[in-house]
């Protein structure tokens, strides 16, 4: 979870008796050098949590939490009720709860970002920028490992859960939309915006870990078929609405989870290179 310059931390000012700080704007290069120069896996950055877009520098209506550190409790109070969120980062886990103050200051969690449930209003009919966040429990063993996220250009509420929902996630918290959607993935935009943002979702490749990589062959084939199977649904979805329709090439999603078919890719070939020069 990356954040731009505090420019007044507002100290005690927030909702819950925290910090409510104001906020440098920032192009969204500025978060992926900043990413890209503490990590040389750095792989992609998206837009993140919603701000007051009236004030320059700015504020976030919900918390924010970065390496065990509360930066903003936010300023949403009345706002929502119901409908706010915590996405809790572990090392190896995240899991979604409603967003109060005891699962703000009681939680383990190293890294906390808010938003907003699927069902919040925030023009939700309309086609336009979405971001959203979704998490999935591949063994069932009832921790949240996977955190999938999706951006796209032009979709409504409904459709980005759609999207999310055909990937097997079971929890879901909308970010900002609108104009403050962008992806930039490796140095190239995405999905690009003018907009200026004061936080930002950064995601790096893993490093090695006792990993056991599977034959490329297998795990493409595995992927694909999920692939075809999450596109038909969508098809499906999309068929079957009345309103406007939506343009499919507008939709772009990162799956960090397919990673590890570019690590196995790379392992085959450097094994099959080094045969051939012994």
């Known amino acids: 979870l990356l954040y731009s310059d505090i420019k007044n931390p507002r100290v005690g000012r927030g909702v819950y008796g925290g910090d409510d700080p104001h906020f440098a704007y920032w192009a969204i290069e500025d978060f992926w050098n900043t990413l890209s120069s503490e ?24 918390p924010l939490k970065v390496d065990g550190e509360i930066i ?40 906390i970002l808010g938003g907003l449930s699927e069902t919040a209003n925030k023009a939700g009919k ?37 999207v999310l929902n055909s990937f097997g996630v079971d929890q879901t918290m909308m970010l ?3 104009g403050s959607t962008q992806l930039l993935c490796q140095g190239e935009s995405l999905i690009s915006s003018d907009r200026y ?20 062959n297998v795990y493409e084939k595995e992927i694909l078929t999920k692939q075809r199977v999450a596109t038909s649904r969508l098809a499906m ?22 990673v590890p078919i570019q690590i196995a890719i790379v392992a085959i070939i450097f094994k099959h290179r080094r045969k051939q020069t012994q």
């Open 39 to 62: 990590f040389s896996q750095a792989f992609c950055i998206s837009n993140g949590q919603f701000f007051f877009m009236q004030e320059s520098p700015t504020r976030l209506p919900f």
């Open 197 to 216: 943002i004061p936080q930002a979702l950064g995601v790096v490749a893993g490093l090695d870990q006792e990993v056991n990589i599977i034959p490329a």
């Open 126 to 162: 309309h086609f336009t920028g979405r971001t959203f966040i979704g998490l999935d429990d591949p063994d069932n063993d009832g921790r949240y490992q996977h955190i999938l996220l999706f951006n796209t250009k032009t979709a409504r509420q409904v459709d980005a859960i759609a």
């Open 176 to 178: 900002d939309g609108g």
């Open 237 to 258: 979805r999309i068929s079957s609405t009345s309103d406007k329709d939506i343009n499919v090439m507008d939709v772009f999603w990162v799956a960090v989870l397919m």
């Open 72 to 111: 903003s409790d936010g300023y949403a109070d009345q706002e929502f009720i119901g409908n706010k969120l915590l996405l809790a980062i572990w090392s190896d886990h995240a899991e979604i709860i409603p967003l109060t103050k005891e699962n703000l200051y009681s939680t383990s969690a190293p890294d």
